[in-house]
């Protein structure tokens, strides 16, 4: 058990007036989670402070060589006012797992939730209350030795931010075009696919721009040895409905392991349905989709919980899915993943943790 010491913001902001109006990863509450960790000593000074800038060397370890890990979930408020977070151990173990990776020191998996939940508790009125609406958790872990040798970092800082966002789907599902990358790649074995990493973001947003510069919502990337087989979207992993199966990546090391894409395969598997986690060639999703057997397309991740892909376009070649519209499987994922989160179907998986009293 972490003991945190909390000190209070005594200039606490107005929260947002208009919760239609937030948008994501906009504005922040008035605490963060803080914890540093030295090396020979261990993480130590868990505290909740008022959120302000970091004030840090310019010759930090984090800025040139990148050493820093995120995280992404939310805080929900049911139907029933409590505030509630989703499969939150989840996260704290990827972290652990990423961090092994990135020679960043682990932070136990008891120690992240229950930090986590500190911070959600006293932000608690920072949870929106509209439909759709959550408080985005960004909990991250980066280097802070001061110098230019590339090393690991002997000491580094574990924060917590939160901020109030929006309804992904304000203006209703709307199912996207996808551009399947042939050029540059994402992730290739032995590299850091797998972790949650800025600089895998950082290579991968060139990609994501041209794409956007031709009418695309994101890019698919192929893996990085053949370009021939399919491993995720932008920030979300992706799943086929094929013939009736559905298919999605593996995790064996270049594809991010989603929570989302855990419980999908997890309830798909509950309702009867064959998940197949392995390679799927490119060329086979065009064929099965100009031979009218690609049912549905969609992405999983926290953000969009499920993206439903209307259009794929390979080297010119385009496929189109279920008439532009939303499929029944992803439409019942999303009511059932949705529907626990904010309390409005049981929670038959075990995967809720509530926090507090809304
Ligand atoms: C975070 C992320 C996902 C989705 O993970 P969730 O845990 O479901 O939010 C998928 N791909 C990438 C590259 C990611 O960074």
Known sequence: MLDIKITKNTAPKAKPADESKLGFGKIFSDHMFLMDYTDGQGWHDPRIVPYAPFPMDPATVVFHYAQELFEGMKAYRSVDNTIQL??????????????????????PVDDFVQAVKALVELEKDWVPHSDGTSLYIR??????????????SKHYTFCIICAPSGAYYAEGINPVRIYVEDEYIRAAPGLTGFTKCGGNYAASIKAGELAEQKGFAQVLWLDGVEKKYVEEVGSMNIM??????????????????????????????????EVVEGPLAIDDVMKAGHEGKLEEVFGTGTAAVVSPVKELDWKGDKVFINDGKIGPLTQKLYDTMTGMQWGKVPDTKGWIVPVCKG
């Open 139 to 152: 909990p991250f872990v980066f280097a802070t030795d001061v110098g230019l040798g590339v090393h690991a």
């Open 86 to 107: 989703f499969r939150p151990e989840c996260n704290a173990q990827r972290m652990q797992d990423s961090s092994d990776r990135m020679c960043i020191p682990q932070v």
């Open 240 to 273: 086929f409905k094929i013939d009736g199966k559905v298919y999605t990546a593996a995790c064996t090391g270049t594809v991010l392991p989603g929570v989302t894409r855990r419980s999908c395969i997890e309830l798909l598997r509950d309702w009867g349905y």
